[in-house]
């Protein structure tokens, strides 16, 4: 937990010697400020009152920290009384989870469900030592059909370039695959759901990624997206011709947002 509270109420990320309450439980938690963890909040003699709460690294406070304060950390109450921390939840209402660890799929769906369709995944997409030489090697067979904001592409298999555990997600997830760090920096997105049986692919840089989400509740609307590819794959099945559906779709939408 990188905030907690102090008596004024105050929003504090942990130092050496301070103390705070959760925000979430309102109990008291300690500054634990080694050297082999990055520095963060942890209960007394208790795990986490948020089950989902893990560990975080350099990866995830380096994302959270493209955020402003106010955004990071934001506890989400269900009618159901159930309460979680996101790891971002902006004003615009998106909520975006930052995932390096693995996590089990029957969690995994949890999360979908318990935040909804404002969901989006950012997943650190070489953590494994094959994460990387498998994308690398499965984008090949990737079939690009747009430019734009978003680079477009299908694939038949998506395993071929993604974990499987990632591949019936019901969220976009993101995922980062490291390299040069700035705003050009691509993010690959498995978008959920698929168009004429093809998995949609969409590649964009940092920087139009965080412009986005820090203006939209969604970064992208999958059902409209996916129906405009699949109309234009099956017309294109038919005349063996580009996809000018979905051409004139991505321009529509390239213009009517502010470009980056």
Known sequence: MQFAFAKDDLRLEAEPGLSATCPECGRSVIA???EQRVWHWS????SDCDSWSEPETMWHRGWKSLFPL??????CRAESGEIHRADVKTQAGLVLEF?????APAEQRKREAFYGEQLAWVVDGARLQGDLPRFLKGARSLEQLTQGIFGVFISLD?????PRQWLES???IFFDF??????ERPLWCLAPGRAEGCAVILAITQGNFMALALSQPKIF????????????????????????GFEWWSAHRSTSRRRF
């Open 32 to 34: 634990k400020c080694g």
């Open 43 to 46: 209960h007394i003699g208790r």
């Open 70 to 75: 106010s955004a990071r950390e934001v506890s």
């Open 99 to 103: 995932q390096r660890s693995p996590i």
């Open 158 to 162: 998506p395993s071929a370039c993604f």
């Open 170 to 172: 019901s969220s976009p």
């Open 178 to 183: 490291g390299g040069p760090e700035g705003a």
């Open 221 to 244: 609307e999958p059902d409209e997206m996916l129906g405009v590819i699949a109309e234009g794959l099956r017309g294109r099945n038919r005349s063996r011709q580009g996809l000018p």
